[in-house]
């Protein structure tokens, strides 16, 4: 069959709707209305936005369009609270591990577009797997992001096989705990598939919410080349019982402004139909250069660094139950700059090429088998260390997912902002197993600090005990152990 073939017939029912819930005009008339808005339109934004309230879209368009420096710090400021109220100030930490970069589509902005001959295709084999997931085991992962492209070889068999053989490798200290996956959108009964295996995450990014400009990033004829089979991946997803779903951008396509526009009415429009689960999580990554990608060295509407700044806080104030994802295609600074405005994830240790955790000790080393470059080449040892140094609790936790705490339970658990007494203790265990497994001394005794007043502000709660003794049994040579 025809690769386009499989999914023709849902295609067809998609371009019989009238319309979809994007509506470019309407999104521009927004933020055209609110071009100027004073201090006083801001701060009456802020006050709503203080309560952990879903931001509408006109108000979402007034912070957008906020040029004053006051205010703007006021932003910034409300942002890193909110992020402290509702997560606490952990840092969860992944890894990403390419299983395979084949790919039918040619996305203009992507080192693994068809037509990019200077690629050297790989897909990982079931060894290969095996020997990339202990290397990342034996740094300290317990969370990954499984990336796919998009061919006829790595369908839903295929990539259903990958995420059993990645939970399935032990090593000594430990595995990976929650497996995320990004890949192509699929259909109800193939996401019905990949939910019997266990994922963590479904990750589809919609690149850009403007329908101009997906079209001419995404040449018709190839799958993703179907804007709306993409950007309702989400209700399948939901109707397949795949419920932490993970929404993104790729900074740089359309104008900014737009696209936070985008991620907020997907995020209402989810929470609309499907009784108030909005993403899990929201990713933001800006194009990176690719090889032989000549859109990706000079994307028309590169995002600056300042204006990066304000769409994290911006995500943070209008989404604020929802995490947030920095990746290390950002630098080792702009990541530290924006780290404190609402980010919740980031990744460490990353290697983006396929096969890359066995042939290399760090990323952009493999030019011609990675998708991009990517700005922050650390290993996890030193950006644990630096996260425990900036007083956040780096986390390696899993336990919400599983414990089933997922979809509407997560969040209701975090608009309610329980968040912070299930995962801080979770994150102290999880942290205390890394830092007697993983870490390098001057890690150790960053991370022995934090620990310490961690847990001295449990003292008198309930919990403490239970912390007391977990830590001690972790001590003793137990692991995994979560409240
Ligand atoms: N192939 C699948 C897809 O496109 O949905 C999933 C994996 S793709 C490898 C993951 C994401 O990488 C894409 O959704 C896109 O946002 C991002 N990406 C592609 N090219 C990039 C670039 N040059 N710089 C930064 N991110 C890029
Ligand atoms: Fe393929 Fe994804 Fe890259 Fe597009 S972004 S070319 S679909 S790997």
């Not at 990339?132 to 969370?143: A, F, H, S, T």
């Not at 990004?182 to 963590?200: F, M």
């Not at 993403?279 to 600056?304: C, G, K, L």
Request: charge should be negative; proline fraction near 4%.
């Amino acid at each position: 069959m025809d690769f386009l073939e499989k999914y023709r017939e849902c295609f067809e029912e998609y371009d019989r709707m009238p319309h979809d819930f994007i509506d470019d005009d309407k999104i521009w008339e927004q933020l055209n209305k609110w071009e100027n808005p004073t201090k006083e339109d801001v701060r009456r934004v802020l006050k709503k936005a203080e309560q952990c309230i879903r931001l509408e879209p006109e108000e979402t368009a007034i912070l957008i369009q906020n040029k004053d420096e006051e205010t703007l710090q006021e932003m910034f400021s409300l942002a890193h609270s909110l992020k402290e109220e509702v997560y606490g100030n952990r840092m969860v930490f992944f890894a990403p591990l390419y299983i395979s970069d084949e790919c039918a589509n040619n996305c203009k902005y992507c080192g693994f577009r068809s037509d990019n001959a200077s690629i050297h295709r790989k897909t990982l084999t079931p060894e290969e797997i095996e020997q990339e997931v202990r290397i990342m085991i034996e740094e300290g992962q317990k969370r990954t992001v499984l990336v796919y492209g998009e061919s006829p070889a790595t369908g839903i068999d295929f990539i259903c096989d990958t995420v059993n053989q990645v939970y399935n490798v032990k090593s000594e200290h430990g595995e990976i705990r929650r497996a995320n996956i990004n890949c192509a959108p699929l259909s109800v009964e193939e996401l019905k598939q990949l939910k019997s295996v266990g994922i963590g995450t479904y990750q589809v990014f919609q690149e850009t919410y403007h329908h101009e400009t997906y079209r001419k990033m995404h040449p018709a004829g190839t799958i993703k080349g179907h804007y709306r089979w993409r950007l309702y991946v989400m209700d399948r997803a939901q109707k397949a019982g795949v419920d932490d779903c993970g929404l993104g951008v790729l900074f740089g396509l359309y104008d900014w402004r737009f696209e936070i526009m985008g991620l907020l009415y997907h995020t209402i429009h989810l929470e609309e139909t499907f009784g108030g689960v909005g993403p899990h999580t929201i990713s933001f990554p800006r194009i990176n250069p690719a090889t032989d990608t000549p859109f990706s060295e000079h994307p028309e509407y590169a995002v600056s660094d300042s204006d990066f700044k304000k769409l994290v806080a911006i995500l943070r104030l209008s989404i604020p139950y929802t995490g947030l994802i920095c990746t290390a295609r950002e630098s080792v600074e702009m990541r530290k700059e924006v780290v404190p405005f609402g980010v919740s994830q980031i990744d460490a240790g990353t290697r983006i090429g396929v096969g890359a955790y066995a042939q290399s000790k760090c990323a952009n080393q493999m030019p011609n088998k990675e998708q991009f470059s990517i700005g922050d080449t650390r290993s996890l040892d030193d950006v644990v260390r630096e996260m425990g140094e900036m007083d956040f609790i780096p986390s390696f936790c899993t336990a919400c997912y599983r414990a089933g705490r997922t979809g509407e339970h997560f969040m209701k658990v975090a608009k309610s902002k329980f968040v912070r007494n299930y995962c801080v203790p979770n994150a102290i265990l999880t942290l205390k197993e890394y830092l007697l497994d993983y870490a390098s001394e001057e890690t150790k005794q960053v991370g022995n600090e934090v620990l310490k007043k961690q847990v001295e502000q449990f003292k008198g709660k309930p919990v403490y005990d239970k912390i007391l003794e977990n830590l001690s049994r972790i001590e003793q040579g137990e692991r995994d152990l979560r409240l």
